[in-house]
């Protein structure tokens, strides 16, 4: 069974950083695209980031370009999601998703003081 | 960016009718490469992440009810359910993957009537 499993929200205040975690399990992780895709409480979904199958290729939505990095551990089947400079307008749930594929549960991130 | 524009926003239907939702783009998203439309549909009941229902514009995920059916070509796509069932309740989002940011459509929420 295809399974993505995240890890790593919480709260944490403007300013600061946090890491999302995504275990892959069920497929060959090391063969597919992976994205982040958020969701502000009761708003529709935003996609975040792109990594490449092998990891040398990413891409951002501009609002988060230089503040998140989208990385990938192919021999742990994990993908990753550094958040740095975190913004009230970050606060959201983040999904972990195989690119046009199966999604995670998803895990919250609150940014607030 | 390619802007998603979805309709109608909310649905409210008996069990049994069918019921169509459209999705237009500001630009085409047919790749004349390959004749493909990257175009998906995603279905978000209340509390779970979305799951990906149609991709390619029209091609069914496996293990996905073949009451729901992806159309449409270049800037013009429908999804329809027929026969619609109570557990068919949720959010319907479109999303194009042809260029990034890859940008989903605000949502058609799908109510008992």
């Known amino acids: 069974e295809v399974q993505l499993v995240e890890s790593g929200g919480g709260l944490v205040q403007p300013g600061r950083s946090l890491k999302l975690s995504c275990a892959a399990s069920?497929?060959?992780?090391?063969?597919?695209?992976m994205a982040w895709v958020r969701q502000a409480p009761k708003k529709g979904l935003e996609w975040v980031a792109t990594i490449i199958y092998d990891g040398s290729s990413t891409y951002y939505r501009d609002s988060v370009k230089g503040r998140f990095t989208i990385s990938r551990d192919n021999a742990k089947s994990t993908l990753y999601l550094q958040m740095d400079s975190l913004r009230s307008e970050d606060t959201a749930t983040y999904y972990c998703?195989?690119?046009?594929?199966?999604w995670g549960q998803g895990v919250m991130v609150t940014v607030s003081s | 960016d390619i802007v998603m524009t979805q309709s109608p926003s909310s649905l409210a239907v008996s069990a049994g009718e069918t019921v169509t939702i459209n999705c237009k783009s500001s630009q085409s998203l047919l790749y004349s490469g390959n004749q493909k439309n990257y175009l998906a549909w995603y279905q978000q009941k209340p509390g779970q992440s979305p799951k990906l229902l149609i991709y390619w514009a029209s091609t069914r995920q496996s293990g996905v009810p073949d009451r729901f059916i992806g159309s449409g070509s270049g800037t013009d796509f429908t999804l329809t359910i027929s026969s619609v069932q109570a557990e068919d309740l949720a959010i319907y989002y479109c999303?194009?993957?042809?260029?990034?940011?890859?940008?989903f459509g605000a949502g058609t929420k799908l109510e008992l009537k």
């Open positions: 069920g497929f060959t992780f090391s063969d597919y695209a």
């Open positions: 999303q194009q993957y042809y260029d990034t940011p890859y940008t």
């Open positions: 998703a195989r690119h046009i594929g199966v």
